[in-house]
C-alpha cells in the first residue's frame, strides 16, 4: 500500500463520494468529509468518519477542516448534477458549482493543499461529430450543468499553473450501480438518472418510465451512454490520488469503458436483471441531452494504470438493482 493520506471528500454523504470514502477505509486511508446534505444522507456515511456539515463555498468551514486536520489530498464530488434541472434553473448550477467550487478552491490553495481530484463530465463535450470521444475533443456544454462543471475546471486549471497544486480532472460518463458489497448506492429522491428509475421501476416503487426521445441519429433512436460502474470509477480516483503523491503532474481524463448502450439496451438489460417486463412509454426529449456520449479512455488506462473489474452492463444493473431491493 501507497503512505497513508488524510482525504478531504466533498460530498462524501453523496452516491459517489460515499464509494470513495469506502474505498479509502478499504486502502487504510483516512477520509474527512465536508457536505451540506442538499443531497446526501447520513446513513451513508460510515461511523468514525469525521463529518463537518457544511458547503465547500464556506472558505472559513474548509480552513478549519485543514486546520484540524492535516489533509494531504481532496476528492471534490460536492455539485449540483441534474442535467434538466439545470436548463431551468442555471444559476443555481453556476453558484452551486462554479462559485462554491470557485471558493473552495481558493481556500483549498490558501491551506496549501498540493494534491486535487475533480469531478467533472462528459457534458462538457456536448454534441460530438466523433464517437468515442477523447480529451483532445472541443468542449461545446449542451446544457448549464456541462457549463458550470466546465469553468470550474477552468479555475482549476489556472489555479494549478499558478500554484504549487496539481489535479487530476475526471470526466464521467454515465455513473451507475452499486457498492458490490451493498455498503453503499444510490438514495436520490426524486431519481433523475436512468438506471436508478429502470430499477426503481422493476421493483415495482413506480408504476411505469418513459423514454426521452425516440428520434435521435443513433440505431433505435434513443440516445446513447457509456456506463460505467461507480466501482471502477473510485478506482480511477485511487489511481489519480496515488498518481498525484507519486508526484504525478496535472492531467485530465474520461472515466468510462469506450463503448455505449441505449436507452433501450439498458431497459432491455434491467428486464432480464429483473425477470420482468417494464411498463415504458416513449416520450419527447429531454432538453440538454446529447445524442451519443461515448468516452475513450486511453488516457486513463495508460496515465494512471487503471483497468475497469465491472465493465458489464449486467453487473451494474443486478448491483443497482440489489443497492434498491435491500434500501427501498
Ligand atoms: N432517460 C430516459 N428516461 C428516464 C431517465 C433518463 O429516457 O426516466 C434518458 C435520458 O434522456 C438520457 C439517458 O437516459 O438520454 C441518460 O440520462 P441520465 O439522466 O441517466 O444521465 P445523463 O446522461 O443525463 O447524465
Known amino acids: 500500500m501507497s503512505e497513508r493520506m488524510t482525504v478531504l471528500v466533498t460530498g462524501g454523504a453523496g452516491y459517489i463520494g ?3 470514502v469506502l474505498a479509502l477505509l478499504d486502502a487504510g486511508h483516512t477520509p474527512v468529509i465536508i457536505d451540506d446534505f442538499s443531497t446526501g444522507h447520513e446513513k451513508l456515511v460510515p461511523s468514525g468518519v469525521p463529518l463537518f456539515r457544511g ?3 464556506d472558505s472559513a468551514l474548509v480552513a478549519e477542516i485543514c486546520d ?3 489533509i494531504d489530498a481532496v476528492a471534490h464530488f460536492a455539485a449540483s448534477i441534474v442535467v434538466p434541472e439545470s436548463v431551468a434553473d442555471p444559476l ?4 452551486n458549482n462554479t462559485v462554491n ?6 481556500a483549498c490553495v490558501d491551506a496549501g493543499i498540493k494534491r486535487f481530484v475533480f469531478s467533472s463530465t462528459a457534458a462538457v463535450y456536448g454534441n460530438q461529430d466523433v464517437s468515442p470521444i477523447n480529451e483532445g475533443a472541443n468542449t461545446q456544454p449542451e446544457n448549464p450543468y456541462g457549463s458550470s462543471k466546465l469553468m470550474s475546471e477552468m479555475v482549476l486549471r489556472d489555479s494549478a499553473a499558478a500554484t504549487d497544486l496539481s ?9 451507475a450501480g452499486a457498492d458490490p458489497q451493498g455498503r453503499s448506492g444510490q438514495l436520490s429522491q426524486p431519481a433523475t438518472h436512468l438506471i436508478k428509475i429502470a430499477v426503481e421501476a422493476a421493483i415495482g416503487k413506480r408504476a411505469a418510465m418513459q423514454v426521452y426521445g425516440t428520434d435521435y441519429p443513433t440505431p433505435d433512436g434513443t440516445c446513447i451512454r457509456d456506463y460505467i460502474h461507480v466501482s471502477d470509477l473510485i478506482a480511477a480516483h485511487m489511481a489519480a490520488l496515488s498518481y498525484l503523491q507519486k508526484g504525478g503532474a496535472s492531467l485530465l481524463a474520461n472515466c468510462g469503458y469506450g463503448h455505449g448502450a441505449s436507452v433501450r439496451d439498458v431497459l432491455d438489460v434491467v428486464a432480464s436483471v429483473a425477470g420482468k417486463p417494464l411498463d415504458v412509454t416513449d416520450a419527447p426529449r429531454r432538453p440538454g441531452d446529447a445524442a451519443v456520449l461515448v468516452a475513450d479512455s486511453t488516457k486513463l488506462r495508460s496515465a494512471l494504470g487503471w483497468a475497469p473489474r465491472y465493465d458489464d452492463l449486467r453487473q451494474i444493473v443486478s448491483d ?7 434500501n427501498s
Do not use: C
Open 101 to 106: 467550487t470557485t471558493r473552495f478552491i481558493a
Open 320 to 326: 443497482a438493482l440489489a443497492w434498491e431491493r435491500n
Open 167 to 175: 489535479y487530476v480532472i475526471l470526466r464521467y460518463f454515465n455513473v
Open 68 to 70: 484540524s486536520h492535516k
Open 18 to 20: 460515499s464509494h470513495m
Open 55 to 57: 458547503n465547500v463555498g
Open 92 to 95: 443555481k448550477y453556476y453558484v
